[in-house]
């Protein structure tokens, strides 16, 4: 590459980067801050480590850092303090000019994701409390509280991130140099690829658990409106969304940034405040929507999720119909494609022929090396055209199904081909024009905004022209 930026900063390209809380600074700082315990002690409690524009990077904040990608489970054995530090003044680097642009992040997506990674991180560290504990924070809602800054401002230096490389593109002759201009021997290896193909059965509840279901959610429903029960307290104790229900089922839907299905938002945006939906379906089950307050194109709401029932014959039953399908297949009376497109529930591959799509490259090979661990155990002791046995699965909308799965194509470890790699070289030529792009809009903004480094991080040997020497 003609520019190059620190790994940290690469990273930030394909992740939702995770950042230290700022502040927004007067003109003036205190390098360090420090309080009196007696005549003769004083404690440091934090310092300034740099300024970047409007806001600050506190030596706390690098600890942080270290702290929230162990969390994450990323090593940070080969990380160095400074490589870190110049992660930060990159991250505020872009905050700053975010600002300017008038970039804005949606709430709600913050706090859902907020969610989301505490209740990982809970269920990783083994409760809420021992997680408080390892933040060494003083309640959940503090720890909350802090999360959503760092997520925040994260999502904003990503989003300006994103705003610098959206509109870039790469040619084919551009593809064509690029690939010209390595060295033979230097040319990458491209590991072992497969193409997998499922079959998906799910099972089916009965209409009486359905009934159930729905008569449950119009006694919640008159229950609050009738006799003024909490909404908030049945979301806490009834509802089954894992991601809503601890915040007592609320989300703040936008009109012009669409996050639910459309079923969903299409019942919250016809209530006016303070009405109760009448219950209705989902691909994730019944719902009723209490609508809390209107903000222009902003919807405060409140929602239960209850699912259906499956009782044993239905679960019974789907296992066995997939059961017959793969012996079928494995008979010669049936392709796996035919099958696939007859008798899979699942309508992403139903009609490919039951096969997977790469969620990072979109297209159908999946890199042996790369692969989910998940998926790579279910398809690793299976030949080409063989099929799997069957396995149970679940996913959030269906928490049990069943599938079966085959390998239609196998591509063994080689040197990079331009005709057969094309669309791998492409990628790397546009991540390449990507960097450079970034890499020109840093070396711009650097010169056009006020930086100051305090302190031993002075010392760093930074790629970036943080000294504007």
Known sequence: MTKSLS???????????????????????????????????LIKIDGVAAVIGDFVVLDSDI????????ASGVSTKEITRCQLFGKLLEDKLYMHHAVIDS?????????SYVDQQLE??????????????????????????????????????????????????????EVRQFFNKIPVEERPLFGTELRVAQIVIIPQTTQDEIDKVVKRLREFRADVIDNGASFTTKAVLYSEDP?????????????KRPMMVKEFREVA?????????????TDFGYHIIFLEKVRGQEYDVRHILLR??????????????LENVRQSIVDGDLSFADAAKEVSDEKETKFDGGQLRNPETQDYNFELTKMDPELYAQIQNIGDNEVSPVYKDGDRINPIKFKILTVTQRTDEHEAD????????????????QLNAIADWQEEKIMDTYIKINGELRACDFKSNWFKN
């Open 269 to 281: 945006f016809s209530l006016q405040e303070g009405d109760v939906s009448e219950p209705f379906k």
């Open 103 to 111: 970039i804005e992040v949606n709430d709600a997506e913050i706090r």
């Open 120 to 173: 990982g991180f809970a269920q990783q560290i083994g409760s809420m409390d021992k997680l408080i504990a390892y933040y060494n924070k003083s309640s959940e809602q503090e720890l909350r509280d802090e999360m959503y800054e760092l997520n925040k401002n994260g999502k904003m230096a990503s989003m300006m991130q994103q705003q610098i490389i959206d509109e870039i593109e790469v040619t084919p002759e």
């Open 63 to 70: 600890d942080k850092q270290f702290a929230q990608l162990e």
């Open 418 to 433: 331009f005709a057969k790699d094309y669309l791998k070289i492409k990628a790397l030529a546009l991540q390449e024009k």
């Open 308 to 321: 259906p029932k499956l009782n044993d014959k239905a679960i019974l039953a789907a296992k066995e119909k």
């Open 7 to 41: 790994i940290l900063a690469i990273l930030s390209l394909m992740v939702f980067s995770q950042l230290s809380a700022q502040e927004i600074i007067e003109d003036k700082i205190e390098e360090v801050r420090e309080v009196q315990l007696d005549s003769t002690q």
């Open 243 to 255: 991601g809503s229900k601890r915040s007592g089922g609320k989300m703040t839907l936008n009109k």
